[in-house]
């Protein structure tokens, strides 16, 4: 898109180039931004024909960032102009955008279409525009939507990477107590054990529960759009973390469990990842309001190593096995499927990443 016939051009930034890195971080720190290169693919700078910066916009992947109009010209349309050129941009790629704002600032999106699709005051909201938006995923639920005979239905959300034994007790458990559940397994491919493959270790791992419905997570449960900070290996639990975290719970309320009907959504205890921690926190702070119980089950533990210390399971502590090869004393943790696909062939690429790895994901 360009600008010519308006009152201000567009340039796009040379991310490689210090002197353009340092011009938009100074533009952004009189806004209130701390500007980090590495958290975009892409930057545009707006400029008045005499040469004044006014605003920029950046995105990475299908999230707008870095969005900001110097006040004197938030009445003009130079927030039109860098938005729509960002817009256009993503969607040259992607079927959706995402924007996260304060909510103070969500109007000046809508009113450039964008709807706004969950809140988490003061920091977040979240906005989304595009030829695919929520309520695609909506009718996706609707397609693998079952009919029960009771209110007795459940959901869990995981991402098992990999599946193990404290998954499937967690699954066993909410299947004995429900009619049906609803197993939602995170899609987002930030994890080490790709989706195709955790999801076909899971299918294989309870296929003997003839009451679990497998469901995609799509973008909108535990996603790295949602909530980038789940797939972060900085433990720090910040004020971000846990708005991101409200986000993604506000949003399987509001839009998932009028679809599916869930009355209960189960989880397990959390003892080793804070960030999964805040997001415990997030459902027994969001969920109960909306009719929704949560019930949280006790993790269960292994049977002890060689020193007698039991830990409980959990799948970081199989990838810390893998990558100390010391996999053979996690083997009793892990269901069939995962103890095959481990010990085969098919898992030395994924093994080598974890161990030349230092992600938590």
Known sequence: M??????????????TNPFDVKLVSGFLKTLGFEF??????????LYTLKGDIIGTGSHRGRILKYVAVSPKYRDSTAFALVVTALVEKVLSVFRNVYVFTRPSNAVYFKGLGFKEIAVAKPLYCALEFGYETITNYQDYLKSVKKSSKTD?????VVNCNPFTMGHRYLIEKAASENE???????????????????????????????????????????????????????ELVSDIMKKQAELDVSIFANYV????????????????????????????????ATGVEVIEIERIVSSGDASGSQKCISASLVREAIKNDTLEGMLSCLPEPTREFLLSEESKLIREKIKNSNDRH
């Open 152 to 156: 007795k239905v459940a959901a869990i």
């Open 36 to 45: 980090n290169v590495a958290e975009v693919d892409f930057t545009l700078i």
């Open 180 to 234: 049906l559940v609803y197993l939602f397994v995170v899609e987002e491919d930030h994890s080490v054990f790709p989706f195709v493959v955790r999801w076909e270790l899971i299918r294989k791992g309870i296929s003997h529960l003839t009451n679990v419905v497998m469901v995609k997570g799509g973008d909108y449960i535990v996603s790295g759009s949602i909530f980038p900070a789940y797939f972060l290996k900085n």
């Open 257 to 288: 469990v009028p679809v599916l009907g869930i009355k209960k959504r189960y989880v397990g205890t959390e003892n080793y990842c804070k960030t999964t921690a805040a997001y415990n926190v997030a459902m027994h702070k969001i969920l109960p």
């Open 2 to 15: 360009n600008f010519e016939n308006t009152e201000f051009r567009q340039e796009v930034l040379d991310l």
